[in-house]
């Protein structure tokens, strides 16, 4: 399994740890040629403002929304969840999404005060005890479509409920980071996801 990882802003060297780790043949993926090299790919957390205006810089918007719509495997994390969202709220004007989920992310939900947060969630389908959950001005999900598995939510503090982890087909997000934390199960999940896909 070839999983790329969007390098063009963010925390892509974890991910490629991660992903190495479950087995993965992991690789950056900076222009379409290597796009074209993966099976499947992972948007990491970053600034999604950035990594939009990025991707349309660097020709890989379109690419990746064609291969989304093939049924390439994607999961993004934080920022990466936002690249997967229908709808973006509190966005910037300009923001662009590679879409693909139909949900409405709201971004930096958690409150502007707070930069970090951090919580217990159990994921469905993921064995094991509740993730330690790191949200660094993460977004959280405010509405899904008729399509999305709502896969976890906030267990415990002011956000309890929010749903913060997600799959539609092909594609999985989680406004929390665990690229950070050392907490392999999501990435193990998603290159699980990924070899049936294939
Ligand atoms: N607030 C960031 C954004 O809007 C996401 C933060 C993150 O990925 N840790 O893209």
């Known amino acids: 399994m070839r999983v790329g990882v969007l390098a063009l802003q963010g925390d892509v060297r974890e991910h490629l740890r991660a992903l190495t780790e479950c087995g993965a043949t992991a ?49 993004g994390s ?33 409150g502007r005060q707070v930069d970090s947060f951090e919580g217990p969630v159990v994921v469905d389908g993921i064995d094991g005890p509740p993730f330690h959950a790191v949200f660094i001005r993460a977004p959280w999900v405010e509405r899904v479509g008729a399509d999305v598995e709502v896969l976890g939510r906030v267990a415990a503090g002011d956000a309890k409920g929010r749903i913060v982890a997600v799959r539609q087909g092909n594609l999985l997000a989680t406004a929390f980071h665990p690229e950070l934390t050392g907490d392999r199960r999501v990435h193990r999940f998603f290159v699980e996801m990924a070899g049936a896909a294939g």
């Not at 090299?37 to 349309?56: F, H, N, R, Y």
């Not at 920022?79 to 229908?86: K, R, S």
Request: include cysteine; proline fraction near 6%.
């Open 27 to 75: 690789r950056t993926v900076r222009r379409p040629t290597e796009l074209d090299e993966v099976d499947a790919l992972v948007v990491p957390g970053g600034e999604s403002t950035t990594i939009s205006k990025l991707s349309v810089e660097f020709g890989l918007f379109e690419p990746i929304r064609k291969r989304i719509a093939d049924g390439m495997p994607v999961y």
């Open 78 to 110: 934080c920022a990466g969840m936002i690249m997967l969202a229908d709808e973006i709220l509190d966005g910037r004007p300009d923001q662009v999404s590679f879409a693909g989920i139909s949900m409405a992310v709201r971004r930096n939900a958690f």
